[in-house]
């Protein structure tokens, strides 16, 4: 099924030195920008992290340090790549929760402060989920019927993700192809910083999403508890969960 878009989709897929959003770098980035007249612009890169890329994450991928030692860094990259993607809505496998996180924090270790937010973002691995749970290669076994070659590859699983999309809008009549309605759809929470560690509740009151403080407001704890800001400060958390939190206990601190 052709996507019905009113503005860019960027599909994109990140292959990284690991796991943890705070810590580890993108050693591969691929982008598929796909136009509401059906047309496609391709960008993959090999970015250099500047750290080493251990074992476990080069068993998963196949980069290795010899490969990327030549590559920019995404330093070098972020100015243009942060263009190309203006005025795009995004979507992905497992984004929201890893993809987008560790983007925007390479965004901004490159001192661009990156505005996502405003994006719709669809997650094809929430669909799948919800619908089908399985794997992407499963994914893309059950809704596309072939088998995914290359798997962990940036460029193949980007690919395979829009397939799987376009095959989701064929096999389920109630998905709208509507880029809102499917960001409305795969979006877990209301997240105000791309790791989800701080949530809007039901009545739009920031809450801690993580840890003893879980479910409860932000303004509450820091003013009972005012080290735990420190302690994230402090901590091994992402610059964006840092920034939000800051936001949060200024606006307290002014408000008394």
């Not at 796991?19 to 047309?39: A, C, Q």
């Not at 790549?81 to 984004?95: L, R, T, V």
């Not at 960001?183 to 560690?197: E, V």
Request: glycine content about 6%; aromatic content about 10%; hydrophobic content about 40%.
């Amino acid at each position: 099924m052709q996507l019905k878009l009113k503005r860019p989709l960027l599909f994109f897929d990140i292959e990284s030195t690991g796991l943890d959003i705070s810590t580890d770098r993108i050693v591969e980035i691929s982008m598929v920008k796909v136009m509401p007249d059906g047309t496609r612009q391709v960008k993959t890169r090999r970015v250099n992290p500047t750290i080493p890329i251990p074992a476990a994450a080069q068993a998963v991928h196949g980069i290795t340090d010899e490969d990327v030692k030549d590559c920019p860094t995404f330093a070098q990259l972020a100015k243009s790549m942060y263009q190309w993607m203006e005025g795009c809505d995004i979507a992905g496998y497992n984004s929201i929760s890893f993809d987008v996180p560790l983007l925007a924090e390479e965004f901004m270790r490159a001192g661009i402060e990156p505005d996502f937010h405003d994006r719709d973002m669809v997650d094809v691995q929430v669909i799948f989920y919800k619908k089908e749970p399985r794997t992407l290669s499963g994914a893309y076994k059950f809704y596309c019927d072939k088998n995914l070659e290359d798997a962990h590859a940036a460029e193949a699983d980007t690919m395979a993700t829009l397939e799987v999309l376009q095959a989701q809008l064929d096999r389920y009549p109630d998905l709208e192809n509507d880029v809102d309605f499917l960001s409305k759809f795969t979006k877990r929470s209301n997240m105000l910083d791309y790791a989800g560690r701080i949530v809007l509740d039901e009545t739009g009151t920031p809450i801690f999403n993580f840890g003893k403080h879980k479910g409860k407001p932000v303004k509450e704890v820091l003013a009972v508890e005012p080290s735990y800001y420190s302690w994230i400060q402090n901590g091994d958390f992402t610059q964006d969960t840092k920034n939000v939190l800051t936001k949060i206990y200024l606006e307290g601190k002014f408000a008394k």
